[in-house]
Structure formats: structure tokens, C-alpha cells
T-cell receptor
Framework: NAGVTQTPKFQVLKTGQSMTLQCAQD?????MSWYRQDPGMGLRLIHY???????DQGEVPNGYNVSRSTTEDFPLRLLSAAPSQTSVYFC?????????????FGEGSRLTVL | TQLLEQSPQFLSIQEGENLTVYCNSS?????LQWYRQEPGEGPVLLVT?????EVKKLKRLTFQFGDARKDSSLHITAAQPGDTGLYLC?????????FGAGTILRVKS
């Protein structure tokens, strides 16, 4: 039972470097999302997708890009990393974000930007 | 200002004690979810409450949705070290699930 798989689990970057956080789910969920978690601030939504080919911005989208070419994959790209992007990133999926929708989370990717 | 305000931010108690944590808002919601997150893992859904005044029980955890559907509480009876974690409430807001900042619970044995 893979569920939501995130890679890498840990990453250290230098300011200005780029990288992609990978997220894959095997539950055939239409809805996928990326959150970042910082101490005292809970989970903040970065980007989300309601289906292949459709993406939209969340609460804190600046500095991040996403694409959704397949139902299974939803990568998050940092084009030019900044220390403010040091955080733990969670990918989550749901059959639907509707009334009874449950988000299934990956185990997280801890990113440090020096 | 955050859509959801959770209190307290941090709670440290002894095994066997009872506790209540709160999730408050000035907005009305059609439903509210509670998640628990253990260190190094992603959040896991505990319960969804839908009806104003609804009470749901999950073993020693009791969840209540306010009559006006603006707030919710989570009560834990006889807390155990295994209850340690971050408790998050969340509501649907458009096509998004918005979370509160959470309550960190530490239960000492």
C-alpha cells in the first residue's frame, strides 16, 4: 500500500539552486496538493490540482511552480531557492476536496536552503 | 488573521489527565476535520464533523462541532503517551482545505 510517495525525504540546497520535489500517488485520486509546514504556522497551501492538466495557486505560491501531466504525479519545482523556503513540504491527495473529502498525506520532504 | 484559531498552542500533561483543545473561527463551515500528526509523519484524518451540535467519539477522543458550525472541540479522556502529537483542525474553503496552526500535545508517562 504505497499511498502518497514523496522524494527526496531530505535535501540541502544553496541559495539560488533549483530542484524538484517529487510526489506520486497510486490511489487514482483526482485532487492533489502541496503544503509547507513551518513552526507555529500550521500547514499552508502552495499549489493544488483538481485533475490532470489543471493547477491553481494556494495561499503561498510565490517561488514555486507545479504541473500535472498525469493523474499520478504532481511535482513541485523551486526555480531559485531562498532561505525563506526552508521548510517541511507535504504532498497530499484526495478523491475529492468536497464535503467528506479526506486528504492523504505523504511523509514529507525536509528542505534546508543555506 | 488566520481563518482558524486553535488553542492552546502547546499542552503538556501527565498520563491519565483529561484535556480539551479548541478550534475557533468567525466563519460558518459546512464541515470540519480533525487530523493528528506524529513526529516525522504526515497528518492523518481522525474525524469529520458535518452537522451543527454533532458529537463523535473515537475511543477516548470526543469531537464536537459547535451549534453554529463556527467552532469545534476535541476532548481526550485519560490521555496516554501515544496521544502525543500535533492536532490540526481543517475546513474546506473553495477547492482548498485550510488548516489551523495546531495544538502540540505532549503526554508524559
Amino acid at each position: 500500500n504505497a499511498g502518497v510517495t514523496q522524494t527526496p525525504k531530505f535535501q540541502v540546497l544553496k541559495t539560488g539552486q533549483s530542484m524538484t520535489l517529487q510526489c506520486a500517488q497510486d490511489m487514482n485520486h483526482e485532487y492533489m496538493s502541496w503544503y509547507r509546514q513551518d513552526p507555529g504556522m500550521g500547514l499552508r497551501l502552495i499549489h493544488y490540482s483538481v485533475g490532470a492538466g489543471i493547477t491553481d495557486q494556494g495561499e503561498v505560491p510565490n517561488g514555486y511552480n507545479v504541473s500535472r501531466s498525469t493523474t499520478e504525479d504532481f511535482p513541485l519545482r523551486l526555480l531559485s531557492a531562498a532561505p525563506s523556503q526552508t521548510s517541511v513540504y507535504f504532498c497530499a491527495s484526495s478523491p475529492s476536496p468536497g464535503l467528506t473529502g479526506e486528504l492523504f498525506f505523504g511523509e514529507g520532504s525536509r528542505l534546508t536552503v543555506l | 488573521t488566520q481563518l482558524l484559531e486553535q488553542s492552546p498552542q502547546f499542552l503538556s500533561i501527565q498520563e491519565g489527565e483529561n484535556l480539551t483543545v479548541y478550534c475557533n473561527s468567525s466563519s460558518v463551515f459546512s464541515s470540519l476535520q480533525w487530523y493528528r500528526q506524529e513526529p516525522g509523519e504526515g497528518p492523518v484524518l481522525l474525524v469529520t464533523v458535518v452537522t451543527g451540535g454533532e458529537v463523535k467519539k473515537l475511543k477516548r477522543l470526543t469531537f464536537q462541532f459547535g451549534d453554529a458550525r463556527k467552532d469545534s472541540s476535541l476532548h481526550i479522556t485519560a490521555a496516554q503517551p501515544g496521544d502525543t502529537g500535533l492536532y490540526l483542525c481543517a475546513v474546506e474553503y473553495g477547492n482548498k482545505l485550510v488548516f489551523g496552526a495546531g495544538t502540540i500535545l505532549r503526554v508524559k508517562s
